[in-house]
């Protein structure tokens, strides 16, 4: 007989990280998803040139951890992977949606999405699944889930939400053929209102360009 598989439903934890306090002088908050192999408080120093005042910074974690280069220790992690991946979306969905909710982020700052690789479709995926309109939507070195399509984004208003495409000229991970699957992907997500940069550099986070973004 075959094993059968089952699935159920419990209660688990996980972390995120915060960087500078909301006060009355903050401008922006970043909600910021980082790539494959980080953990949040790594990633969060590629922030750190935004002036602390004006810039409150949310970075929450992925939740599947491992070791990395089995060297068991320096600890990475996962978003998803292609092994029961709508569940684990909808697991990091609700867990993205409780991070959103616990920071109680005022409505009078600029709400800044901020993906990098991996990070990308999650951005992406929260932001067609919350139906919200952030100040700026940051699609950094990584790739838009072909699930989504242009009818999923109808919510938007490009003429408040602003749409930046950025990646490394020499980016491994972007090959020739997938730069032009995912600018098609841009051209029809976004009718044509994404602005795209390039820098001279591979898959790599470069903190001059975010502190340059706003």
Avoid: C
Wanted: hydrophobic share 40%; aromatic share 12%.
């Amino acid at each position: 007989m075959a094993p059968s598989e089952k699935t159920v439903i419990y209660t688990t934890q996980n972390t995120y990280l915060t960087q500078n306090p909301i006060t009355q002088k903050t401008k922006n908050v970043w909600l910021v998803f980082h790539g494959i192999g980080y953990l949040s408080r790594y990633f969060v120093k590629y922030f750190e040139g935004l002036n602390p005042d004006e810039n409150h910074i949310i970075v929450p974690q992925a939740p599947s951890k491992y070791y990395l280069k089995n060297e068991y220790k320096y600890v990475g992690a996962s978003w998803l992977t292609k092994e029961n991946t709508p569940m684990e979306i909808n697991n990091v969905l609700n867990y993205v949606d409780a991070v959103f909710d616990a920071e109680e982020i005022p409505s009078d700052v600029n709400l800044i999405l901020f993906g990098f690789s991996q990070g990308v479709s999650i951005a992406t995926r929260w932001l067609v699944h919350k139906k919200i309109q952030p100040k700026a939507l940051i699609l950094y070195a990584g790739g838009i889930p072909n699930e989504l399509k242009k009818e999923d984004f109808g919510f938007l208003d490009f003429d408040t939400t602003s749409v930046e495409i950025i990646y490394g000229n020499a980016d491994a991970f972007l090959t020739p053929e997938r730069l032009k699957t995912e600018k098609v992907k841009i051209d029809a997500l976004f009718q044509g209102k994404a602005e795209v940069t390039t820098f001279k550099g591979g898959h790599e986070v470069k903190p001059e360009l975010i502190a340059g973004l706003i």
